[in-house]
T-cell receptor
């Protein structure tokens, strides 16, 4: 199993450009998450999905959109990139039991908006 | 909203020392996670626990639900343990995305 994969690893965008961060998992997990990690701060939840066709906002959703057409894929879309979106983005997937559930993280995408 | 605090923020120790990293949270949880982030950036799950104690190799994690506190211990520390250690909690609600502490940056010197 490849686990959780993310592309690209690095990207530089100009202000106002758009892009999609790709995330794929091959563990048949229903739950998938997008987090961002800013220097000196804890990771924050952007969006999550509990299964194909179902998504919802997390703590910091503004400026982002997601879709979940399949169990495997959970892309994150930035429509009009802003410098405040410079961050490292992590996708994660997991199963959920009554305690919460372990999450498996992708390698991250380092995004710079100039 | 749960607040997760870790201490210390930075820790430098000599090889072989016993290491303790602490985590406290403000609201009751269903589970607490300890994660490791290496300089390359990848994040790996070390432990998920909801009570008591877990051990894996030289790593030990404990949690006290009443005191809302958890500790991660590393015995016989080694330079390869150098990483950022992150505490995170499941607080319930929604799909139960994690709430994270800011991490503890650990450096083990030879």
């Amino acid at each position: 199993n490849a686990g959780v994969t993310q592309t690209p690893k690095f990207r530089i965008l100009k202000i106002g450009q758009s892009m999609t961060l790709q995330c794929t998992q091959d563990m048949n997990h229903n739950y998938m998450y997008w987090y961002r990690q800013d220097p000196g701060m804890g990771l924050k939840l952007i969006y999550y999905s509990v299964g194909a066709g179902i998504t919802d906002k997390g703590e910091v959703p503004n400026g982002y959109n997601v879709s979940r057409s399949t169990t495997e894929d959970f892309p994150l879309r930035l429509e009009l990139a802003a410098p405040s979106q410079t961050s490292v983005y992590f996708c994660a997937s997991g199963l959920k039991d009554r305690r919460g559930g372990e999450q498996f993280f992708g390698p991250g995408t380092r995004l710079t908006v100039l | 909203k749960n607040e997760v605090e870790q201490s210390p923020q930075n820790l430098t120790a000599q090889e072989g020392e016993f290491i303790t990293i602490n985590c406290s949270y403000s609201v009751g949880i269903s589970a607490l996670h300890w994660l490791q982030q290496h300089p390359g950036g990848g994040i790996v799950s070390l432990f998920m626990l909801s009570s008591g104690k877990k051990k894996h190799g030289r790593l030990i994690a404990t949690i006290n639900i009443q005191e809302k506190h958890s500790s991660l211990h590393i015995t016989a520390s080694h330079p390869r343990d150098s990483a950022v250690y992150i505490c995170a909690v499941n607080s319930g609600g929604g799909a139960d995305g994690l709430t994270f502490g800011k991490g503890t940056h650990l450096i083990i010197q030879p």
